[in-house]
């Protein structure tokens, strides 16, 4: 009985239905399912398959997109429940998401905030035009283990320089990591100004964010 | 020529009222505070942080914004875009440079806006020229006004100034633009809205000031249809539509009758990857329906021409930027953007400056067409031939067409036999691309400013650098 819903989980985030996905997560309360196994038997399962697709060209990011808001939607449900029950799901890290000052563009910044909420991270989005201070300040009041920042413009992607060189002044890496991305980033960019991990798109942040807080396998 | 169109009239109709009812009903996400008390002053409402706009105010201001827009270069030769010509100018804003000798590719620095500008300004089919390369050895609050600086000595072609954000950087862009003659003269400013429907305080700020100089004016804004526009192409044009008007709007309140360049950015978004697709055929069909509702207003347009998303100079650059110009240049584009453009808009090669060049000349024959009066037919001529040498090589018809450009000659394109191409050396396009654009490099020389201009940029530049760069 159990795993028919878990598939049926699964695929309501694959095909992105919100309605689906939150229906399939009360139904699971009521059929006293522990919410962690939902989550991690079922709905993940959809997360994953639709991230691995799109890492293939397979899937388009519209569906990603979707699959993430599904995921959200799930877990909105399921995680009062958990707390409930006494327990929560285990967070793969702490994360704090800008996109750096002067620049005001982000899709590409939200949907990795999506992404790695649905695989487990608990993310602080702080939105557009953020400088170095509030940034950093943000991350040490919630204890992150990473800083994420995204520029879309070649004029804007040297502010996560500026963020990096303040780090570093107050000795707060290694302790805090720093992930970048943005259209104009390369992996040149990402070694000159020392930031300890970047990707193309949504999927692959959610991959190295679990490198960077030593959680790859998961 | 009859102009390729996609859209009926009543097409253009329904994009017109739904931009409309986009301005009026959803409005644009708008705060700062002296550009909205300009707009409320004019009928304007706002509500949270949002301005909508009355349509008697969008359809007035089109009414009077200035609808040709002239741009001299230092070297006295005036460009005027509307005069039903069509022009071409290049990419602006690149990141990369791809040297197509050695298939790499570098990020690029001061000198290759220098190298580029000198490059373009002896290119014939380079009307204008915009700042090239965003320079990486520059700090970011001055990037824009050091690729203007570096650009102005390396030609006499008319200068378009470099896309600007804020209104300082405008200001300092005026101002070197004085070093070479009046402002409203010999230089033009554009900036980009954010797609969707939604302006900066600083660029709010910057567009009174460009309005305020008397620049003439091109709102960028570049909506990818999927992700920062509807999937549709004709939904994102009248989103795009929608965000050039809010700005022309301004605009024309701080100085009626500015003269306003339509532009057109819109890309499809690559759904499998979220990029923009500069490539695909859907640029070409979207930059055409944006010519149509410019040129329904009475602006001149400029769009995407010379795209791609290739990384190296290949057979899918090839087709992607020869499709991509053919069809806005048919549909009566004015100007059209992207010489030496690769790889989306992130890079920039000189080769390609110079392939450009020539597919430029291949785009003004097709938009020249061909007659079919009298004389062209050559009824005449035919019987003649027909009584004589059979073929029509000693014609004077034959000379006076020639003469008259109905075959386009080309310099970089092969149609040699294989035994004479063989013999001159096995050389493809690109490598003769290549070699013309090491020789003009080589070679050309462009009149240097006086020594006082110089030293008068560099004043407004140290002027810049201590009013803009941040303390590190």
Redesign the interface.
């Known amino acids: 009985m159990s795993e028919e819903l878990y598939k049926e989980m699964a695929q309501s985030i694959i095909d992105g239905d919100s309605d689906i996905s939150t229906e399939l997560a009360k139904k699971s309360i009521e059929l006293n399912m522990h919410p962690l196994d939902s989550i991690t038997k079922g709905f993940v399962i959809g997360v994953n398959y639709i991230g691995d697709q ?1 890492g293939k ?6 569906e990603l997109v979707m699959a993430g808001e599904a995921m959200k939607a799930a877990v909105a449900v399921l995680e009062p429940e958990l707390i409930k029950l006494g327990g929560a799901r285990e967070m793969m890290g702490r994360v704090v998401l800008a996109t750096v000052e ?1 620049d ?2 982000e ?2 910044k939200t ?1 990795v905030g999506t992404m790695l909420s649905a695989s487990g991270f608990e993310v602080v989005d702080l939105g557009v ?1 953020q400088p170095a201070d509030k940034i950093i300040g943000k991350a040490l009041e919630i204890n992150a283990d990473l800083i994420g920042m995204s520029a879309l413009l ?6 996560q320089r ?1 963020v990096i ?1 303040e780090l570093d002044k107050e000795g707060l890496r290694p302790r805090i990591k720093v992930m970048v991305g943005g ?2 980033i390369t992996r ?1 960019w990402v070694t000159k100004i020392k930031a300890d991990g970047y990707s193309e ?1 949504a999927i692959g942040a959610v991959k190295i964010a679990k490198e960077l807080v030593g959680k790859a396998d998961q | 020529m009859e102009k390729l169109k996609f859209l009926s009239d009543d097409d253009v109709k329904r994009i017109h009222n739904a931009t409309l009812r986009i301005l009026n009903e959803v409005g644009y996400v708008w705060t700062h505070k002296q550009s909205l008390e300009i707009l409320t002053g004019a009928g304007c409402k706002v509500k949270g942080n949002r301005v909508y706009f009355p349509p008697e105010l969008v359809e007035d201001s089109i009414q009077k914004a200035g609808k040709r827009t002239a741009i001299r270069g230092r070297g006295g030769v005036t460009k005027t875009l509307g005069d039903g010509n069509l022009y071409f100018h290049n990419l602006g ?1 690149a ?1 990369d440079i791809y040297d197509a000798k050695t298939g790499g590719h570098r ?1 690029a620095e001061l000198q290759d806006v220098r190298d580029s500008t000198r490059l373009l300004d002896a290119l014939e089919n380079c009307n204008t020229i915009t700042p090239f390369f ?1 320079p ?1 050895d520059v ?3 001055l ?2 006004l050091a690729m203007y600086r570096h650009a102005l000595p390396f030609t006499t072609k008319p200068l378009q100034g470099p896309g600007v ?1 804020y209104g300082p950087e405008t200001k300092f862009a005026v101002q070197m633009a004085e070093v070479i003659g009046n402002p409203k003269e010999v230089l033009t400013l554009a900036l980009s809205p ?1 797609s969707p429907l ?1 302006i ?1 305080d600083h660029e709010a700020e910057a567009v009174i000031e460009i309005a305020r100089a008397g620049v003439a004016f091109g709102a960028l804004p570049c909506p990818t249809a ?3 526009g509807p999937m549709t192409i004709s939904g994102s044009i009248a989103q795009q539509n929608a965000e050039t008007l809010a700005v022309v709007i301004l605009a024309q309140l701080v100085n009626p009758g500015l003269p306003i360049i339509y532009c057109g950015r819109l890309a499809m ?1 690559e ?5 923009s697709v500069w490539g695909g055929v859907e640029l070409a069909l979207a930059s055409a329906g944006t010519i149509q509702i410019g040129h329904h207003y009475g602006f001149p347009v400029n769009v995407y021409g010379f795209s791609t998303n290739a990384h190296v100079l290949d057979a899918q650059d090839g087709f992607e930027r020869g499709l991509n110009a053919a069809i806005p240049a048919l549909a009566g584009a004015d100007e059209l953007s992207g010489i030496g453009e690769m790889e989306a808009g ?1 890079m920039g090669s000189y080769a390609q400056m110079v392939l450009d060049n020539e597919l430029a000349d291949s785009i003004q024959r097709l938009r020249r067409g061909f007659s079919a009066d009298e004389d062209a037919l050559g009824v005449d001529v035919i019987a003649a031939i027909m009584d004589g040498s059979r073929n029509f090589l000693g014609q004077k018809h034959t000379m006076k067409y020639l003469k008259a450009g109905e075959v386009q000659l080309t310099k970089l394109a092969e149609r040699n036999s294989w035994e004479t191409w063989e013999r001159k050396g096995k050389q493809g396009m690109v490598e003769r691309a290549v070699d013309e654009a090491e020789r003009i490099l080589r070679e050309h020389q462009v009149e240097p400013l006086e020594p006082q201009q110089e030293k008068e940029l560099d004043t407004i530049m140290a002027a810049a650098e201590k009013e803009l760069v941040k303390k ?1």
């Open positions: 799109f060209g397979e899937a388009f990011l519209p002067g005001i563009h899709i590409g949907l035009d070649t004029t804007t992607m040297v502010r500026e060189e259209a104009p040149d798109d | 804003g990141r990020i965003t990486q700090p970011g609050e990037m824009s954000q954010v939604t900066p999927g992700a920062t978004m759904p499998r990857l979220g990029s992130v590190r």
